[in-house]
């Protein structure tokens, strides 16, 4: 394997070579449509439907006594979910557009090749959901040659994703 004497599996350090397959499968349906309330203010609405499935084979190698196998983990999980768009679109003029919008998000969980037992392994993480607020305006100026856009957002996350990497004592 090109490991180095002393450095993996040998005196204090120990190691493991992990080997994965990944698999992950998306379907989903989207709709979105505009609603004039007057001649100028329009309501928003869409929708997606996700559905996705993802699966994960582990083996892995211990450089214990030449190479050892270990035997190989597996999971598979399937997530889904619906998210939406919801807002109001302002246009005062012919060269300037306001809007409000709140719309949700959605990323599937998963598995990490670093789990330590097929048991944490075959239960993955779970998905991550946003809530995001958003407010803006774009605007054509002088005569369209100056253009000026300007939003202002705020996101909630529940459940958000991270990997983190601790080193050892």
Known sequence: LGIPEGTCGFDTVACQLDLGS??????????EG??????NLYAILGARYIEETKSITKEGL????????LPPSSGERTDDEVIHRVGLRWEPTADVMTYATWST??????????AVTPEI???GYGP???????LGIKTTLFDQ??????TVFHMEYDDMQLELNIPRP
């Open 145 to 150: 040659r100056v253009r000026l856009n300007a």
């Open 105 to 114: 998000g959605f990323r599937s969980g998963g598995f990490s090749i670093r």
């Open 121 to 123: 392994l075959a239960e």
């Open 62 to 69: 211990i450089p214990v006594f030449g190479v050892q196998p």
């Open 128 to 134: 991550e959901t946003v809530d995001n607020y958003e």
């Open 34 to 39: 505009d609603y004039r309330i007057t001649d």
């Open 22 to 31: 990944y698999e992950a499968e998306s379907d989903s349906f989207f709709f």
